[in-house]
């Protein structure tokens, strides 16, 4: 299968580190315009030349803008009028007990998790309805369904995700525009690692054996038994924006290396 995503312009959250920024090497590997977005100019400059060190023929742009609020949605609608291909990757994640997260916390949460895609899905959908082609994906997670009662805060916003995709994807219907939700496992991101740098430090272990560890310990139903890379993440990606996937519409992908124990 050749993947071939030229003419399309695409616009990845938060793609300066992390997953994102192995999605928008992937996309951009397959031909897509990719717009990055991270919050400070020099985070955007960083990640335009990674993407250029793996794909230098790529074409590129980027918008320094904090997702966290209405106003940073804003400036990326501002800097890029439409887009073929959105993807909500931005979110935050860290565990805090619940009775210590206040309303605050639960707010910012839900912002960034949540109301950037909202704002962003409102402000593209229509446009690519209209073209007759269109692949919107957000980036949710296995805590989704494993809502992890140390992340509550967390696992709501990414249950939210799945019934917004699922929901945006009926709105489309007949359209051309498909909307899928992805959902990672422990994946390998920058933050995941700076997430384990402390533990690894202290017991005197490397990251990669840091997550094995906290995989097979915090995600014991892990069929894989290890953190995925960035890039496996991307892979499922790059295919559900694809032409190819043009029969997947409403779902919610897993590439969760097996952690949550069902079938379907
Ligand atoms: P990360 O922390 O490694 O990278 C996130 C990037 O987002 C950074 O470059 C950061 O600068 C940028 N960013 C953070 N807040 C932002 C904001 N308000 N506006 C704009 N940019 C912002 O993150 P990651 O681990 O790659 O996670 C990406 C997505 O994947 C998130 O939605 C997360 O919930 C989801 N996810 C991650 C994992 C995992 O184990 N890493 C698992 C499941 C789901």
């Known amino acids: 299968m050749q993947i071939d995503l030229s ?7 938060a793609s300066t580190g992390g997953i994102g920024l192995a999605i928008a090497i992937g996309l951009a590997r397959a031909g897509a315009h990719v717009t990055l977005n991270g919050r400070s100019e020099d985070s955007v400059q960083r990640g335009l030349e990674a993407v250029r060190e793996h794909v230098p023929d790529a074409g590129l742009d980027g918008i320094a803008a904090d997702l966290s609020d209405a106003a940073g949605a804003r400036a990326i609608m501002k800097a890029c009028a439409e887009v073929d291909i959105l993807v909500n990757n931005a979110g935050i994640y860290g565990p805090k007990p619940f009775f210590e997260v206040d309303d605050e916390l639960w707010e910012s949460y839900l912002q960034t998790n949540v109301m950037s895609g909202v704002r962003l899905s409102r402000a593209y959908l229509q446009g690519m309805m209209a073209r007759g082609w269109g692949r919107i994906v957000f980036i949710s997670s296995e805590s989704a369904l494993n809502i992890p009662p140390d992340m509550l805060h967390y696992g709501v916003t990414k249950t939210a995700q ?8 009926k709105l489309a219907r007949h359209s051309g525009v498909t909307v899928n939700s992805v959902l990672p496992g422990p994946t390998a991101s920058d933050g995941f690692v700076a997430m384990l740098k402390e533990q690894a430090e202290k017991e005197g272990k490397s990251i990669e054996q840091a997550g094995i560890d906290f995989v097979r310990s915090a995600r014991p139903s892990s069929i894989i038994g290890r953190p995925a890379s960035v890039e496996e993440v991307a892979n499922m990606v790059v295919y559900a924006c694809s032409e190819q996937a043009s029969a997947t519409s409403g779902a919610a992908l897993r590439v969760d290396g097996g952690v949550v124990d069902t079938i379907a």
């Open 7 to 13: 003419g399309k312009r695409a616009l990845v959250t």
């Open 162 to 169: 799945l019934s917004l995709a699922r929901g945006l994807a």
